[in-house]
């Protein structure tokens, strides 16, 4: 039988789609893409914001639609809060929410000899940490390990701490076995992710985030460690002393900052302030000068107004990042931010977005443009007619000419010329 899957949202959805694909390989069954016709499809949705439910109903009906007959999966964050949802259970056979993943073959099964509806959603208070592992990956050089689950900030905008549970680690033994098994299928590079990465080992005795970087450092052969995502109140002493040793730890860290307002910050319920924020940013390029760091924004906030988002542009210019995603605020029920008062209009929040983008897309051309005739290793991660496309360390998009043998080895080169994103260099 044919199998399709289409992934919404985060790098954790990313990874758990990884392993539901290798699951459903090793049980025999044929993956397509989602675009052709398939006799399963499977849906790991995204609720973060209004555009990822549109997305991820748009995506449950197409399933249908490409073949009535066809076993439609729906999982994810979205379901998760959705069992009475009529407008997604009239086109799924099973829903799954953040629990039971790693189930979805036997789920798949078990609906195929019996032909009944299966609806597997789990109160998120009983979540544990569900164990998953990939040998391989859908690149050839780069490879994600998911080590945590769930959230326990309860920021004022956010639903993920109430579909995805309380903070849950996988168990450092099981992430360095995953780990050497990649490095030994020849992945160079991998990237930690989680709902909630740097809050790893808030559930293990005596063992956190900081201790698996360092035995991380000690597998031969991993050239990268990568951190997809991590709070500013995680970048610790202890995690600082780490990265000032640490010779694989990228020179690229991506910090979300949502507001450089303090008034914002304070309704948002953000951990921090705009001096916190701003001296642990410091820290860091004390230790690691020429550090990429990039972040996340919400613009149109509840309150926030026109003063208060020069203040976060005025802030972002000041901080010099190297890139940035912009989102405008998106009202998620159940959450507090979701009845204050002072909504801003849907025209505002698009053309703060835009203003914002083109601020990030500056300080990106800036941060580029200063590494120009520079020698830089580049691991190669796709090849097409001739020319090599991969990243450095700290997540320069490069292009140059070479030979397909390359991908996924350390090439020097010089970094010539910068065009939309992209640096053409020469090997050295």
């Known amino acids: 039988m044919k199998v399709a899957v289409y992934t919404l949202g985060c790098k954790v959805n990313t990874y758990e789609s990884e392993y539901v694909i290798s699951k459903f390989i090793e049980n025999g069954y044929e993956i397509v893409d989602f675009d052709n016709f398939a006799d399963i499809y499977v849906i790991n949705t995204c609720t973060v914001t ?16 490409k073949n009535d007959k066809a076993i439609v999966v729906a999982m994810g964050c979205f379901t998760q809060i959705r069992e009475n949802d009529n407008d997604i259970m009239n086109y799924v056979d099973i829903v799954v929410g953040n629990s039971n993943k790693s189930k979805i073959v036997e789920l798949v099964e078990k609906f195929i000899n019996n032909n009944t509806k299966i609806i597997n959603i789990d109160n998120t208070d009983n979540f544990e940490f569900e164990d998953m592992n990939l040998s391989m990956f859908n690149t050839r050089t780069r490879a994600l390990v998911k ?6 900030n309860f920021c004022t905008y956010c639903i993920i701490p109430y579909v995805r549970g309380k903070v849950r680690s996988k168990e450092p033994k099981k992430v360095i076995n995953e780990v050497e098994r990649l490095v030994s299928n020849g992945y160079k590079e991998i990237v930690l992710t989680g709902i909630h990465t740097g809050h790893y080992g808030a559930d293990l005795d005596g063992y956190d985030f900081s201790d698996l970087l360092s035995d991380l450092e000690l597998i031969e052969g991993l050239k990268r460690i990568r951190i997809s995502s ?9 995690f ?7 010779n694989k730890i990228v020179n690229h860290i991506h910090i979300p900052l949502q507001a450089g307002s303090d008034n914002v910050l304070k309704l948002m319920n953000r951990k921090y302030n705009k001096e916190y924020y701003k001296n642990k940013i410091n820290e860091i390029r004390q230790i690691r000068p020429g550090i990429a760091i990039t972040t996340d924004v919400i613009v149109g906030f509840p309150g926030e107004s026109t003063e208060l988002f020069k203040e976060t542009v005025n802030f972002i210019k000041e901080l010099e990042f190297a890139g940035g995603h912009v989102f405008p605020y998106s009202v998620r029920k159940g959450t507090p931010a979701a009845t204050m008062k002072n ?3 849907k025209d505002e929040k698009h053309s703060r977005v835009k203003e914002l983008i083109n601020v990030f897309n500056d300080l990106e051309d800036k941060y580029y443009n200063s590494f120009l005739n520079k020698e830089m290793i580049v691991i190669p991660e796709q090849y097409k007619d001739g020319v090599l496309t991969g990243h450095t360390d700290n997540y320069l998009k490069v292009s140059f000419i070479g030979d397909k043998e390359l991908i996924g080895k350390e090439v020097n080169v010089m970094l010539n010329k910068q065009d939309k994103k992209v640096i053409y260099a020469t090997r050295k």
């Open 343 to 345: 909504q801003i209009t």
């Open 147 to 152: 080590i945590e689950d769930g959230c326990e």
């Open 230 to 238: 991590i709070e500013i109140t995680e970048l610790n002493d202890k």
């Open 240 to 246: 600082l002393n780490v990265l000032s040793k640490s």
């Open 50 to 65: 209004n555009v990822s439910d549109q997305k991820s109903r748009k995506m449950i009906r197409q399933a249908k639609k």
